[in-house]
Structures are given as structure tokens and as C-alpha cells.
Nanobody, 126 residues
Framework: QVQLVESGGGLVQAGGSLRLSCAAS????????MGWFRQAQGKEREFVAF????????YYADSVKGRFTVSRDNAKNTASLQMNSLKPEDTAVYYC???????????????????WGLGTQVTVSS
């Protein structure tokens, strides 16, 4: 079993930056592909970013491409999401997720992930 805990959320003005972290405990998460998702109030959870188990492969939603950067440190059992040039439409609860499958085919699919954190709120004011 893996436990994931997100941190780093908060209130920021449009154009600002935040860095989210995801700390894993329990079984080591280093073999696991990781994803970041977000859910705005009244909307469905949506894919934000993906990073493979080695960190070599990364994918982003079109809405955040060029502004967000995903990374991981397997030695520290952490993953991060650097968010720059934030917009009010980025406001949401952000979740990190891990898959226990070494290689996943659809990194944007919620169903590919087995472990989820409880989320951290990001609010971007205009």
C-alpha cells in the first residue's frame, strides 16, 4: 500500500507561481508512474501532468503545457508540480496519483491510477 500526501497549495494572484509536492510513504513509490490531476468545484476531475517511473517521459494537458513542470525525486519518494503563470481557471483541488503498473497506456485516464492523495487547494485570484 502507498500513501500519498500533497502539499504546497494556497492562494496566489494571477501570473504567480506555486510548487506542489507529493510525498509518498508505505511501499516505495519509485517504480510507480505518477500523475497530477485537478478538480474544480462543480467539474469533473481532469488530467494535468504525468511523469514516468524514471522521469524520462512527461506529458501535460494542453491547458498547462508550457506553464507547468512535473518532476520527481525517487530517492526522496517525492514528486512535484511547478506551476507558473497561474490563471484563475487553474483554481482547483490538485491531486497526485500513482499507478502500480510499471507502464501505463493512458496516462491521462483516472482509471490507470491505484493510489490517490487527498488533494491540496490551489486558488488563483484575478
Amino acid at each position: 500500500q502507498v500513501q500519498l500526501v500533497e502539499s504546497g497549495g494556497g492562494l496566489v494572484q494571477a501570473g504567480g507561481s506555486l510548487r506542489l509536492s507529493c510525498a509518498a510513504s508505505g511501499r516505495t513509490f519509485s517504480p510507480y508512474p505518477m500523475g497530477w490531476f485537478r478538480q474544480a468545484q462543480g467539474k469533473e476531475r481532469e488530467f494535468v501532468a504525468f511523469i514516468s517511473r524514471t522521469g524520462f517521459s512527461k506529458y501535460y494537458a494542453d491547458s498547462v503545457k508550457g506553464r507547468f513542470t512535473v518532476s520527481r525525486d525517487n530517492a526522496k519518494n517525492t514528486a512535484s508540480l511547478q506551476m507558473n503563470s497561474l490563471k484563475p481557471e487553474d483554481t482547483a483541488v490538485y491531486y497526485c496519483a500513482a499507478s502500480k503498473t510499471a507502464t501505463i497506456n493512458l496516462p491521462a485516464a483516472i482509471s490507470e491510477y491505484d493510489y490517490w492523495g487527498l488533494g491540496t487547494q490551489v486558488t488563483v485570484s484575478s
